[in-house]
């Protein structure tokens, strides 16, 4: 049975740091995401990578701020979040692919955690 859990959500002022983390079991995957979605907003990437080699993929809105990674003995994945700021507030899931091009709709992934609420404020 696949699962997805994270943890490592919580409230933050703004220019503020937190790291999430996600536990993977079940099986594994050709990718790993985070995804986020804000009240009244379309769920949306902030980032993806490869579980083999670590190839990472950045929205434009994280890119330089967050930090993806996954520890492949522990079947762990992480996000570290810096210099955070009031829009990224949302609820953050993982979640797992199986594509092996680029996946950056949440359509390409078929499996989710139940999500994590990160709260910044101003």
């Not at 790993?32 to 490869?50: K, S």
Request: net charge positive.
């Amino acid at each position: 049975q696949v699962q997805l859990v994270e943890s490592g959500g919580g409230s933050v002022q703004a220019g503020g740091s937190l790291r999430l983390s996600c536990a993977v079991s079940g099986r594994t995957f050709y990718r790993l995401g985070w995804f986020r979605q804000a009240p009244g907003q379309e769920r949306e990437l902030a980032a993806t990578i490869v579980w083999s080699d670590g190839t990472t993929f950045y929205a434009n809105s994280v890119k330089g701020r967050f930090t993806i990674s996954r520890d492949n003995a522990k079947n762990m994945l992480y996000l570290q979040m810096t210099t955070l700021k009031p829009e990224d507030t949302a609820v953050y899931y993982c979640a797992a692919s199986a594509w092996t091009t680029t996946a950056t709709h949440d359509w390409q992934y078929r499996y989710w955690g139940e999500g994590t609420q990160v709260t910044v404020a101003s």
